[in-house]
């Protein structure tokens, strides 16, 4: 409206100065129609692929016993790709983003964790979550939901097989189909998974083990970048987008921070 905004939803319609858009990654298709029609220029943010990767508790006892998140990265060689740890789970179990408990009678022998590649996008690209999720609709075509591999018949080139997977020193706390990752990630990717592997037994050793699993794929999507200036205002005045919806923060500490910023922002300048 003119000198302002008109927001309708429920079957409400009300009328505000300031209006603040906070959708969450969930909204991304919603904010990305929004950003078309109002003219609010956007760019393609990033997609981060990788696997989840299982290994007995104590080969990183050392780290997360004094560091219960470790967050470790490293840039491949081969390509100079940024590679990370994410969401580490000591003595956990194996599900969407891994789990682990408290009480000690529900702890495994295990520690769980996500190794993802990050993958920026260039011009002309701008579809890095439809990226993403056509190498999870193949990695579900493969194996009929999650696959899993030893990383010892990877390096190999042969797929697992539940024999395999049987007679190896870990257990899966996630029910999986043995397979082949190398039919499903890019090999850029794959490549810096290995690379990061090999890395990380340096400093904790074991962790290239041939019995270590991988189950795949773990896709961690990123909402577009939506043009904003330092008070996370739009080029509209008075539109504002905050949380993980705007792109810009990637995380629901950042997403929490970024809406007390602009509530402040709104305060001080009323």
Not at 135 to 143: K, Q, T, V, W, Y
Not at 215 to 240: A, S
Request: glycine fraction near 10%; charged fraction near 25%; charge should be negative.
């Amino acid at each position: 409206t003119e000198g302002g905004y008109r927001v309708t939803a429920g079957g409400q319609t009300d009328e505000c100065e300031k209006c603040i858009v906070s959708v969450g990654r969930s909204g991304s298709k919603w904010m990305e129609k929004v950003c078309e029609s109002l003219d609010i220029p956007t760019k393609s943010n990033r997609v981060d692929i990788g696997v989840r990767v299982e290994l007995p508790a104590v080969i990183f006892s050392h780290l997360t016993d004094e560091l219960y998140e470790s967050k470790i990265v490293y840039r491949t060689e081969k390509f100079e790709d940024k590679v990370r740890t994410f969401c580490m789970n000591p003595y956990g179990i194996v599900t969407v983003n891994g789990h682990s408990y408290e009480d000690p009678e529900k702890q495994t022998e295990n520690t769980n964790f996500a190794l993802l590649v990050e993958k920026h996008f260039s011009e002309p690209f701008k579809d890095s979550n439809g990226y993403g999720e056509s190498i999870a609709r193949l990695s579900n075509m493969l194996g009929g939901g999650v696959l899993v591999q030893r990383f010892g018949d990877l390096i190999r080139g042969r797929r697992s097989t539940p024999e395999r997977i049987e007679e190896g020193f870990v257990r899966p706390t996630l029910s999986a189909s043995p397979g082949d990752l190398s039919l499903v990630l890019p090999k850029r990717i794959l490549d810096g998974i290995i690379e990061m592997v090999y890395a990380l037994d340096k400093i904790a050793p074991g962790t290239a083990n041939d019995d270590t699993l991988l189950y795949g794929v773990e896709v961690k999507f990123y909402n577009m970048e939506v043009k904003l200036d330092e008070h996370l205002e739009t080029v509209h005045k008075g539109l504002y987008v905050i949380g993980d919806g705007s792109g810009v923060t990637h995380s629901l500490s950042h997403a929490s921070a970024s809406g007390v910023y602009v509530a402040r922002e709104i305060a001080e300048n009323k």
